[in-house]
C-alpha cells in the first residue's frame, strides 16, 4: 500500500504504484469543477513531471500540479487544432523516452470522444508503459449540475453518447432511427455545429418537434449556463443564447424534471456556508 500525502489538508491511501519516469498516465481532469477531480487523478498529478492537456481543463486543475511540472498545451476546438493528434502522440512518446513521467490531462473522461483510446494504442506501438485513470464525462456532470438525471424509472430507461460531429469534419452520419425512440435520453457531445442537422434527423425519424431538449454550457463551472427548450425551437435557441463550445444538446423527457429537481438542490459555496451559520449563531 503506497501512501500518498500531498497537502496540510489532504491525505490518503491508495494501492497503486507511484508514476515511474518513462511512464504516461492518460487521466481524465472531469468536465471542469477542479472538485469532480477523482483522488486517483489527483495523486498522479501531483507526481508528474510535464504535464500534456487539453482545452477543456480548468486552470484550477492545472494549479493542483507540481510547481515545476512543465506544461504542454495541446488544445483541440472544432476546425482548429493547435497540435494534430498525431504531433500529439508523437510528443507523449517523445517526453516519455527522455525520462519523464508524463501525465495526458483531458477534460471529462479520456475514453469517451477523448481519444485516449488513439493515444493509448500509439504508446503501446512505441513500447511505452502507460496508465489510465477514468474521469467524470461531461454527460453526467452537466446533467446533474443543471437539475435533471440522464435515467429515470419513470422518463428514460436507456441513454446513448453520441459525437455531434465527424471525424476529419466529414458527414455526421448515425443511427438516427435508434437514436428516436421514447422512453430514451441521448446526449449530443460537441454538436453546436450541427444542431441543425441532429434536430432534422430526430424530427424526420419520429420524434415529434415539442420533445424537449436541454443545452448545457460550460457545466459544472462558474460560468455554466443552461436552456431548455425543444427539438422544434432548438436552433432558434442556440441563436437567442449566443451559446458557445463546450455545449451538450441532451434530448429526452428527463431534461424536464430539471424545473423540479434543479430549485431544490442546494447551491452553496464555503462562503455562502460559512455567512449562514454565522447568522445562526448571532440567533
Known amino acids: 500500500m503506497t501512501i500518498h500525502s500531498h497537502s496540510r489538508h489532504l491525505s490518503f491511501a491508495l494501492d497503486e ?7 504516461v498516465a492518460i487521466v481524465g481532469a472531469g468536465p471542469g469543477d477542479p472538485g469532480l477531480l477523482t483522488l486517483r487523478a489527483l495523486s498522479l498529478l501531483q507526481q508528474a513531471d510535464c504535464l500534456v492537456f487539453d482545452r477543456l481543463v480548468s486552470q484550477q486543475v492545472l494549479a493542483m500540479a507540481r510547481p515545476e511540472a512543465k506544461r504542454y498545451y495541446v488544445g483541440k476546438a472544432s476546425s482548429h487544432h493547435s497540435l494534430p493528434q498525431e504531433e500529439t502522440n508523437a510528443l507523449l512518446a517523445k517526453l516519455a523516452r527522455e525520462g519523464r513521467r508524463v501525465l495526458r490531462l483531458k477534460g471529462g473522461d479520456p475514453y469517451i470522444f477523448g481519444r485516449g483510446g488513439e493515444e493509448a494504442e500509439h504508446l503501446i506501438e512505441c513500447g511505452i508503459g502507460f496508465r489510465v485513470v477514468p474521469g467524470i464525462t461531461s454527460a453526467s456532470g452537466c446533467s446533474s449540475y443543471a437539475g435533471f ?4 424509472r419513470d422518463h428514460a430507461q436507456s441513454v446513448t453518447f453520441v459525437t455531434g460531429h465527424a471525424k476529419a469534419d466529414g458527414e ?7 437514436l428516436a425512440v421514447p422512453h430514451h435520453t ?9 444542431a441543425a442537422l ?3 434527423e430526430l424530427q424526420r425519424h419520429g420524434l415529434p418537434a ?3 431538449v436541454a443545452l448545457v454550457e ?6 455554466q449556463r443552461h436552456v431548455l427548450t425543444t427539438l422544434g425551437d432548438l436552433e432558434e435557441a442556440i441563436e437567442r443564447e449566443a451559446l458557445k463550445p463546450p455545449t451538450l444538446i441532451v434530448v429526452g423527457d428527463v431534461v424536464r424534471l ?10 452553496l459555496t464555503r462562503h455562502d456556508a460559512e455567512s449562514l451559520d454565522a447568522r445562526r449563531l448571532a440567533l
Do not use: K, Q
Request: hydrophobic content about 40%; cysteine-free.
Open 149 to 152: 438525471p440522464l435515467t429515470h
Open 172 to 178: 455526421l452520419a448515425l443511427n438516427w432511427s435508434a
Open 186 to 194: 441521448a446526449v449530443f457531445y460537441m454538436g453546436l455545429a450541427n
Open 210 to 212: 415539442e420533445h424537449p
Open 218 to 223: 460550460r457545466g459544472t463551472t462558474p460560468e
Open 258 to 267: 430539471a424545473d423540479t429537481l434543479a430549485p431544490g438542490m442546494t447551491r
Open 17 to 23: 504504484a507511484p508514476l515511474a519516469p518513462g511512464e
Open 198 to 200: 441532429i434536430s432534422r
